[in-house]
């Protein structure tokens, strides 16, 4: 079952989306202004010193001058500039996100969307790090201008895939992720994930919230660690399967929170997905109640795709990543798919 936003949904939808991309915006202003700049008198002369965070030692700029002066006067007024921003529209993010509530939007697991805003300032959402399984249906339907029906959204954890073929890109804080890694990332959002197992895969928090990190197999280089970070708790599992998500284009989309707060959320492109999740619904060793859901997953992502994205193809070209027999085995059930699948 597929429901159509209302026009007052959509209407603020998109006002959330363009509201979060500003927001974004003026975050990564701010952020060009992080650490501060002061004078220092060393002998008989002032020196201009900056300092980038709270474990980097001052780096002088020069003796006071006409320039230093420049710049001490510019970083100044533009860090607030930056920071008046920013606070004016995180405020209207926020009551944007009191209209997400009450028109009924609001839709992803908080938890989730706050782990995915954490990944994108890290600056390893998409490049590194991408959704799979039932959470990345969220961004499918916000694409289609839709809902689901709530029962093959239900799931109380979220997968990431790590494509460690792609070399690990960050902006944010660079020292804490390569040290403290996935798990580190973890806590930064809420502080009672731990491990569920010595070197496993899995994290859990004190709700009972699980994430996974999963990766493609076989790696490129033999010596490729499982670890985000090099004290990273989380080690990635090997899947050979997710080589063909991996292959595939990614689909990025804005999602609305249970909170009512925006967040980007990349997943791979639905035809793939809906491909992936036919193929597992016909492995003999997954296990029954999870079959069946991977069918209506994949039947309700491929009837979506014919019928509201239709810019979406299931070209073979596109999803040469996929074996002949999975694209096959997709061509005739999509043509079977029975009608009447949408709520009118």
């Not at 985000?228 to 990635?236: C, R």
């Not at 090997?238 to 080589?243: A, C, D």
């Not at 994205?309 to 059930?333: G, V």
């Amino acid at each position: 079952m597929f429901h159509e936003l209302t026009a007052d949904q959509a209407r603020v939808f998109i006002d959330s989306e363009q509201t979060y991309q500003a927001y974004c915006h003026a975050r990564n202003l701010a952020s060009s202004y992080r650490g501060s700049m002061h004078w220092k008198t060393v002998g008989d002369r002032k020196y201009l010193y900056k300092v980038r965070n709270s474990r980097s030692p001052a780096k002088s700029l020069g003796p006071e001058s006409i320039e230093t002066r420049q710049i001490y006067q510019e970083f100044s007024s533009g860090k607030l500039k930056a920071s008046e921003r920013l606070a004016l529209i995180t405020q209207k993010l926020k009551n944007q996100a009191r209209l997400c509530k009450a028109v009924r939007i609001n839709r992803a697991p908080s938890i989730v969307t706050s782990i995915l805003r954490q990944m994108d300032l890290a600056g390893i959402l998409g490049k590194n790090l991408i959704v799979i399984g039932t959470n990345a249906l969220f961004a499918y339907e916000a694409a289609a201008s839709g809902q689901f029906s709530s029962d093959i959204m239900i799931t109380t954890d979220v997968d990431f895939m790590w494509d460690s073929r792609t070399k690990l890109i960050l902006t944010g804080d660079v020292d804490d992720l390569k040290k403290d890694g996935f798990i580190g990332l973890l806590k930064k959002v809420d502080s009672s994930f731990d491990p569920v197992y010595k070197r496993g895969f899995r994290a859990v928090n004190k709700s009972g919230f699980f994430v996974d990190l999963v990766k493609p197999v076989p790696p490129i280089d033999e010596n490729e660690s499982d670890q985000i970070g090099s004290e990273d708790k989380i080690w990635a599992s090997e899947i050979p399967s997710l080589k063909w998500l991996a292959s595939c284009q990614k689909f990025s989309q804005i999602v609305i929170g249970n909170d009512g707060f925006p967040a980007p959320l990349i997943a791979p492109d639905p035809r793939a997905f809906a491909l992936y999740k036919l193929w597992l619904s016909r492995q003999p060793d997954r296990e029954p109640i999870k079959k069946e859901r991977d069918r209506l997953q994949a039947i309700a992502v491929a009837k979506l795709i014919i019928q509201r994205l239709s810019h979406l193809q299931f070209l073979e070209n596109e999803l040469r990543a996929f074996p002949d027999e999975i694209i096959q085995l997709a061509s005739k059930s999509i043509d079977d798919l029975p009608g009447g699948f949408f709520v009118p």
